[in-house]
């Protein structure tokens, strides 16, 4: 299967018009897509197949005072009928390469433990450490 990945630019950002069912959680928010692409922290690949967004990966760099530059990997998604053609891993390794180029000193992402797809992908990245487990408390600020 051929598909491109791009880096998410307003340039392109309009091919946010035509993505593939479940790569998004939501419908993309015209508003929230202006706020992520002016803020130079956050970054976006996305795999295209023809005029249609087939997958996607997000991550933002962060800062700290007593810390070289990280990269989280905030989310991964991939239209189901495109699953389990190297995507996702293709989306991370962009994501990695960009952290690089920034001068990060360390990339990371979380996934469920039951998320046996994402640990498949994430584990085949070349020069991953070993999976951790650790706790992930929430507060739902929107009550």
């Not at 299967?1 to 018009?17: G, H």
């Not at 087939?54 to 990269?71: N, T």
């Not at 960009?98 to 020069?127: K, M, P, V």
Request: proline fraction near 4%; hydrophobic fraction near 45%; charged fraction near 25%.
């Amino acid at each position: 299967m051929e598909y491109d990945i791009q880096l998410l630019t307003a340039e392109n950002a309009r091919l946010l018009e035509r993505v593939k069912p479940e790569v998004f959680d939501n419908p993309i928010d015209v508003a929230q897509l202006h706020a992520f692409l002016e803020d130079a922290r956050h970054i976006m690949f996305i795999a295209v197949v023809g005029d249609s967004v087939i997958g996607m990966a997000s991550a933002v760099e962060y800062f700290h005072p007593d810390k070289q530059p990280q990269l989280w990997i905030n989310e991964v998604g991939v239209a189901p009928p495109y699953r389990k053609n190297g995507i996702g891993r293709a989306l991370v390794k962009a994501l990695l390469d960009a952290a690089e180029n920034r001068n990060c000193g360390f990339a990371w992402l979380g996934t469920d433990i039951d998320n046996h797809a994402a640990q498949a992908c994430f584990g085949s990245i070349a020069e991953v450490e070993a999976a951790q487990q650790f706790l992930l408390y929430e507060w739902d600020l929107e009550d």
